[in-house]
């Protein structure tokens, strides 16, 4: 097999419109959930976090808002984890 015949493209454009319902959520459920500086928790990883998140049912959009507390922030991550 040949390099070229190895090698995949990703539509980045494409992609993005896919998502666009999720995007403002991956980075908060990448930290809930598996990014590289905490453990896993109970087995949830990005596939799972990504399947929450399509659902739909279960927003992050707390983390980063000043405006909310951080009893808020935790209930929202909560959720979503128990989700």
Not at 45 to 57: Q, R
Not at 64 to 78: A, N
């Amino acid at each position: 097999m040949s390099l070229i015949q190895s090698q995949a493209m990703t539509d980045i454009n494409a992609t993005a419109l896919k998502h666009h319902a999720i995007i403002p959520d991956l980075l908060a459920a990448h930290e809930a959930t598996s990014c590289g500086t905490t453990a896993t928790v109970f087995g949830i990883g990005n596939g799972i976090a990504l399947k929450v998140l399509h659902f739909g049912a279960h927003r992050l959009n707390y983390q980063g808002d000043t405006t909310k507390t951080m009893l808020d922030v935790v209930h929202s991550i909560e959720q979503f984890i128990l989700a």
